[in-house]
């Protein structure tokens, strides 16, 4: 996807809420024409990771209610994914964990959520892991001094970021969540060949 699709579609989830005042219905709106939505709960990131496009530039966030109202929006409108992404959307753990569960269990969509892995805590995932189908995490190495070039984790060679992310891998085995990879190929790390760390 587009950085600038995903841009409308941010702007339109971000402002879903506003349509009510002109009462339009959820048929003329751009959801209706999209079955899975990426949903940025907030732009702040902890990680300052370098080729990064989604740099915060604002604090904006929904509150809980409006967020669920949006939620509902999208539902009516066919919506039947949402992925919880940001930004780092683990900087909001109690909005992101009642999110999913309501997206769930109101709104019957397959939830999933894009993390740096940072954040994620046992606790979280007892509470609220059973409303999360898939958690994926950002994962750009194996090496510990490209993941400080690139910006994950740390500026040390004693960066911790992959066995943060394998602690997040055992964590959802643990709840039944799918657990997966993403990796931006970059010029830090595009000689690296990661098959022995994920067959």
């Given amino acids: 996807m587009s950085v600038s699709i995903q841009k409308i579609i941010f702007i339109a989830i971000t ?3 506003s349509t009510l005042s002109y009462n339009a219905s959820p048929s003329s709106m751009v959801a209706n024409r999209v079955k899975s939505v990426n949903y940025f709960i907030s732009r702040e990131c902890n990680y300052k ?4 496009f989604h740099t915060q530039k604002n604090t ?3 509150g809980l209610g409006k967020a669920k109202l949006g939620l509902q929006l999208l539902q009516h409108s066919g919506t039947e994914k949402i992925n919880f992404a940001g930004g780092e959307p683990f900087l909001n753990p109690e909005l992101l964990g009642e999110l999913c569960k309501y997206a769930r269990e109101d709104c019957g969509m397959a939830v999933s959520i894009i993390s740096n892995g ?3 805590k046992p606790d979280w995932m007892k509470r609220y892991g059973e409303y999360v189908d898939i958690l994926g995490v950002s994962v750009d190495s194996f090496d510990p001094a490209t993941n400080a070039a690139i910006g994950r984790g740390g ?3 004693k960066n911790q970021h992959v066995n943060r992310m394998l602690k997040v ?3 959802c ?3 039944g969540i ?7 190929v970059c010029s830090l790390n595009h000689d690296e060949d990661m098959n022995e760390h994920v067959s």
Avoid: A, G, P
């Fill in 49 to 52: 990771c370098k080729f990064c």
């Fill in 178 to 184: 799918l657990f997966k990879m993403n990796t931006v």
């Fill in 155 to 157: 500026d040390t060679d």
């Fill in 118 to 120: 940072s954040l994620i």
């Fill in 15 to 17: 402002s879903l809420t």
């Fill in 169 to 171: 891998r055992e964590l």
């Fill in 60 to 62: 904006h966030k929904l």
């Fill in 173 to 175: 085995s643990n709840q």
